[in-house]
């Protein structure tokens, strides 16, 4: 059975750092990027950052690059995100997907015959 487990959200101050996990079971992701997206309330969901094990590439949201870092351990299908300098606007639900891909400069899930996966996500709160 296929599953996508995230970990590792909290509540935090700003300036602080946490490192989120997703635990993935029943498939390798070395055909498409995986990924991570989020979710404010009565916000619209987000592509955060997601990377490829074919060739390394990643990607950034423009609101957090230079603060977030993505990183995946293929042997272990896990893939992490670092967030460092956290900010009051970083306070959202976060979830792991697979598989995504980036279309016209924007995160998507991508539609496929195996299908996509999502986690059931963590929370991650930033007090000012």
């Known amino acids: 059975e296929v599953q996508l487990v995230e970990s590792g959200g909290g509540l935090v101050q700003a300036g602080g750092s946490l490192r989120l996990s997703c635990a993935a079971s029943?498939?390798?992701?070395?055909?498409?990027?995986i990924g991570w997206f989020r979710q404010a309330p009565g916000k619209e969901r987000e592509g955060v950052s997601c990377?490829?094990?074919?060739?390394?590439?990643?990607y950034y949201a423009d609101s957090v690059k230079g603060r977030f870092t993505i990183s995946s351990d293929t042997a272990q299908n896990t893939v992490y995100l670092q967030m460092n300098s956290l900010k009051p606007e970083d306070t959202a639900v976060y979830y792991c997907?697979?598989?995504?891909?980036?279309?016209?400069?924007?995160?998507?899930?991508?539609?496929?015959?195996?299908?996509?996966?999502w986690g059931q996500g963590t929370q991650v709160t930033v007090s000012s």
């Open positions: 029943g498939f390798t992701f070395d055909d498409f990027a």
């Open positions: 990377i490829s094990s074919s060739d390394g590439s990643t």
């Open positions: 997907a697979y598989p995504v891909s980036v279309v016209y400069g924007t995160m998507v899930v991508v539609t496929t015959a195996r299908g996509d996966y």
